[in-house]
């Protein structure tokens, strides 16, 4: 599967599965302008792999539009844009505040809304072609203890691709979307030994994802062998959820 000639905009690109699938598009042969609001991260991520860095907060609709003329500046219309930036706090629901609410709103959902949107006006307006990938949860299928708004905005990304790929099909654009199950990221790390080996007795391969297998399903959605799938939702979970 090869990229070359092409710009992949990847958010979330200074760890974790962000940081993955940026290092997998470039070794593919990708131009990765690479986004994330961690200026150090983001650093250390394009030393690795090349490419640009693109310091920006996804929660500023007003940043996005800056990011977006940047990034066309630098390489011209991307040939694959990846939602993957997210965050999240695990606790119940009745511990929530308001502030979490929005900032997971902003981030996880509205982000990569406002992202897609700047970056297929200049797409659509040449008549160009573009591969979306937004990286959202099983969580966001079948729901998550302590996750509860976390996978609200993770089924939203779920039904915003679904629906954005019937709008884009008549213009050759592919939306697709792949969904984490628990997977060994600095995320993972902060979450209690005892939720942290629930879930891993509760993989049927009995392991964490690693980084690098979701940004395999990616590169598959990113490359040409995926011209023809569009609106789909990939889990790579390790049987976690067997969802049809």
């Given at each position: 599967m090869e990229l070359d000639d092409k710009v992949a905009v990847v958010t979330g690109a200074a760890s974790g599965i962000g940081r993955a699938i940026a290092a997998t598009l470039a070794r593919a042969g990708a131009t990765v302008a690479a986004v994330d609001r961690d200026a150090e991260g983001l650093a250390e991520t394009v030393r690795a792999i090349g490419g640009t860095a693109h310091q920006a907060d996804l929660s500023d609709a007003q940043a996005i539009q800056t990011l977006r003329d940047e990034v066309i500046a630098a390489h011209g219309l991307p040939g694959v844009i990846v939602n993957a930036a997210g965050f999240d706090r695990v606790e119940p629901f009745m511990d929530n505040d308001d502030a979490l609410w929005e900032a997971l709103v902003a981030v996880n959902f509205l982000g990569p809304v406002r992202l897609t949107k700047a970056l297929l006006e200049p797409i659509l307006a040449e008549q160009a072609t573009t591969k979306i990938v937004n990286i959202a949860s099983d969580a966001g299928r079948v729901g998550s203890l302590g996750e509860t708004v976390y996978a609200g905005t993770k089924g939203g990304l779920i039904s915003f691709t679904k629906s954005l790929a019937?709008?884009?099909?008549?213009?050759?654009?592919?939306?697709?979307?792949?969904?984490?199950?628990?997977?060994?990221?600095?995320?993972?790390?902060?979450?209690?030994?005892?939720?942290?080996?629930?879930?891993?007795?509760?993989?049927?391969?009995?392991?964490?994802?690693?980084?690098?297998?979701?940004?395999?399903?990616?590169?598959?959605?990113?490359?040409?062998r995926a011209n023809y799938v569009t609106g789909q939702v990939l889990s790579v979970s390790g049987g976690l959820t067997m969802a049809g």
């Open positions: 019937r709008e884009m099909a008549r213009y050759k654009i592919n939306v697709n979307c792949v969904c984490p199950g628990p997977t060994d990221t600095p995320l993972f790390a902060t979450l209690p030994d005892k939720v942290r080996d629930g879930l891993v007795r509760a993989i049927p391969f009995r392991r964490l994802a690693q980084p690098e297998e979701i940004a395999d399903a990616v590169l598959f959605f990113a490359s040409d």
